[in-house]
């Protein structure tokens, strides 16, 4: 009998659909349950139409009532799924025995799940079975149980791949959302910690979770960040770095704007300073904003050693900056324009050197550079047990074998070299990327203008830093504008208890975060 009560269910669901196979709209999707089985049943299942993960099951609630628990395969957990929802219902609970008249609370009480909602809408139940939930339909009824079952597999917590960790915790953010907001919430204990969850994408919606800390964090900025994020209207969002170019101040800027790290103390040392972080979906990298040039050239281990040691450190993280931008326009302004610069020894053996090199020096140093990033790419894009060693050994190789050619001069290839090495230095793949397009600029100035074309690139670039906004905030601050306040934390960094107030840039109530100075023992 009950066999037969289905067979017809679905029989006259499927002439439903033949009906109305050409007389589908983008209105069934928003329609309101009618209480009808036959007439809700068909609405799910024509939006699902080609799916072969939809997956449903008819049973009896009580030898009464007619359901439908309806899932997508692969996205629920099917042995929570028997366990919280299916048994309760099948073994005709004494609760529900009791009772000739059912309501929807008295199903919903039966369920062991942790998280059971209501839903009026054939959408409401559409997205929550893409988020791998549960939907029961029971006929009768003009509303469903929105059951929260989840489960799909998902990479564990690891050590962040594109941040290597010296000092501090080991652990990077991964792809699934809850695990990188747990990590965060371990870290604040603290109900100021506000995580806020959006939607983004018309096809993926994506959940983006904006966090902040109330008290800390400016309200008119964490109103900015909410305003651009709705603003974006895309048709899916795959990762954090679609986000970026959409709410950058500048995105015409070579320099980051938007800092994207895996290091879950990176973010919560952030957010401390009252900034905020955004949390994307299916993402390893969360974004913080607003960010200071400063801030990107800041190492979370910085504030694990010893200040001295950190200090010492940031020095030469500059230095190189420097050299990694300039080194090899300044062999190219030396070798074409201003000789008499070099010692004259030196200029003997760099002479001697470039005598059967063919090429003007910007020509040699461009071939030199332009291989190198090649290199640099296909050691990241070979597999990792013969990435690294395809690009040190290819680097040996072509270097000597250029040498002893005459189509490169032995100086410039260890110009390059150095060069290479001081790209490494940076905290920030963003601002590596950033460097590396610059130093080609300052080349092609310096084969044009020698040490004046060097000057002008160098004046360009701190124009545009002066000029440039994160969120509102300075890119330079707190040199430009100065604020001599926070200056404990640019290019050294003092001890934990003499940084007893926040960055006033980005934190400007509530900057007391130290209660005291340190005592003397």
Known sequence: MKMNRWMKLLSSTQKVMNKNSNTHTNKDETDYLT????EDFYKIRRMFEGSSDFSYRKFDINKTYTAIILYLDGLVDMKRMENSILEP??????????????????????????????GETIQQLADHLFIGGTVILIDGFKQTLLISEQSWP?????????????????????ENIRTNTSMLRRRIKSPQL?????????????EIVITYIEGIAESSLVEEVRSRLRRIDID??????YIVEFIEDNPYSVFPQVLQTER?????????????????????????????????????????????????????????????????????????????????????SVAASREKVPFPAVVEALLMEITFEALREAGLRLPRPIGSTVSIVGALVIGQAAVEAGIVSAPLVIVVSITGIASFMFPSYSLTGAIRLLRFLMMFLAALLGFYGILLGVFFILVH????????????????????????????????????????QTAKRNLKRLASKRRKY
């Open 236 to 241: 899916a969002i795959e990762d954090s770095g």
């Open 465 to 504: 830093l002066v000029q440039l906004r994160s969120f509102g905030v300075p890119y330079l601050a707190p040199i430009a504008p100065f604020n001599f306040n926070n200056l404990k934390d640019v290019i050294i960094r003092v001890p934990w208890w003499g940084m007893n107030e926040r960055p006033e």
């Open 35 to 38: 209480g009808t089985l036959e």
């Open 154 to 174: 998902q990479r564990s917590v690891d050590e962040p791949a594109s941040e290597a960790v010296v000092l501090g915790p080991r652990e990077g953010f991964t």
């Open 89 to 118: 219902l099948l073994n005709h609970n004494q609760d529900l025995q009791k009772k000739t008249h059912l309501t929807i609370v008295d199903i919903e009480d039966v369920i062991s799940s942790g998280q059971v909602e209501k």
């Open 264 to 348: 879950p103390d990176r973010v919560v040392g952030n957010l401390l300073e009252g900034r905020v972080g955004i949390i994307v979906e299916n993402s390893p990298f969360v974004l913080v904003v607003p960010v200071t040039f400063f801030q990107m050239m800041a190492s979370p281990e910085d504030y694990y050693g010893r200040f001295l040691m950190a200090s010492f450190i940031r020095c030469i993280r500059y230095l190189f900056l420097l050299i990694a931008l300039l080194f090899p326009s300044i062999y190219i302004a030396v070798t074409t324009f201003h000789q008499e610069l070099l010692p004259t020894n030196l200029l003997f």
């Open 194 to 206: 506000k995580l806020e969850s959006m939607k983004l994408g018309r096809l993926s919606k994506t």
